[in-house]
């Protein structure tokens, strides 16, 4: 059921029961004071994912209000702004735009706490969000897979930007720093295998997580309208778009540089792959 909670200045509407909430009467315009600023951080901690319609930013305005919550990054790889490095713009009239259920740049020794999205342009239908919430992923599996994955650590690369050589490590499960929960930090479009286990092992188990972490019922949909921005807390969510849409779709994104992803120290050795072994050993482990 719907919710309408009433606090200082701003209207808050809860949007799914796993995460997710619109708010009214906020001016992401204007320069944020301590209050303000506190109060939409505390919203999102909670809601993880917040929508604040009918904004309209310019990319100044854009690039101003993300720079109050810290520095920004310039992505490596994918189109800017003219003018504007700090903001990524993603067009498209007929889908195929980041519908891969993701997490923001972790193949990123510091992968970015947090996304700031201008919805420029809408298509009449289609084209919504999806966001899913990695903290209730995590706290739905059984205690045996929690145990496990406390345990491993996963390789994260840019292979989806054709540049496999760019990678991070870090804990299957992440402990958030503000709230200090776990929830699982493993995605589709990154994460490439757990190094403590073997290629099967990796691969069935990453399959596995990337079909529950991404199930409806830890997810909330939305459908955009034109001028609105949206923040969501990458440290404890997974995002893709619905390629549904025929029309002009651009998006305007910033995102801050983050933290370095904290969790419990790896239980095990890495697997020692054929290029972790002498040639000799690589040749005795294939020839067995």
């Not at 506190?38 to 930013?57: C, K, R, S, T, Y």
Request: glycine share 6%; with cysteine; net charge negative.
């Amino acid at each position: 059921m719907t919710t309408t909670e009433s606090r200082p200045r701003l209207e808050v509407r809860r949007l799914a029961g796993a995460l997710g909430a619109e708010v009214r009467g906020a001016d992401l315009t204007a320069p944020l004071t301590p209050d303000n600023r506190g109060e939409i951080e505390a919203l999102l901690l909670e809601h993880l994912v917040l929508f604040f319609p009918d904004q309209n930013l310019t990319p100044v305005q854009h690039r101003d209000f993300a720079s109050q919550w810290g520095e920004m990054e310039v992505h490596p790889y994918l189109p800017k702004v003219d003018g504007f490095p700090e903001i990524v713009e993603l067009s498209s009239s007929r889908g195929m735009v980041a519908d891969d259920w993701h997490t923001d740049v972790t193949f990123s020794a510091r992968p970015p706490i947090m996304s700031i999205l201008n919805h420029v342009e809408t298509p009449a239908v289609g084209g919504d969000t999806m966001w899913t919430n990695q903290y209730a992923v995590y706290e739905s599996l059984s205690a045996p897979i929690r145990d496990l994955l406390d345990g491993l650590t996963c390789i994260h690369t840019a292979r989806t930007y054709s540049d496999p050589a760019t990678r991070a490590e870090h804990p299957a499960v992440r402990l958030h720093p503000r709230t200090g929960r776990k929830c699982l930090y493993v995605n589709g479009q990154f994460t490439e295998r757990f190094v403590q286990l073997s290629h099967d092992e990796s691969r069935n188990l990453l399959d596995f997580l990337r079909s529950y972490a991404t199930h409806p019922r830890f997810a909330v949909r939305y459908a955009w309208t034109k001028g609105t921005v949206a923040i969501w807390d990458n440290r404890c969510t997974q995002h893709s778009v619905l390629n549904d849409f025929e029309g002009l779709r651009v998006i305007q994104r910033v995102t801050i540089l983050g933290d370095l992803p904290e969790g419990a120290p790896p239980r095990w050795e890495r697997y020692p792959f054929p290029s972790q072994m002498s040639s000799a050993n690589a040749r005795e482990r294939l020839e067995a």
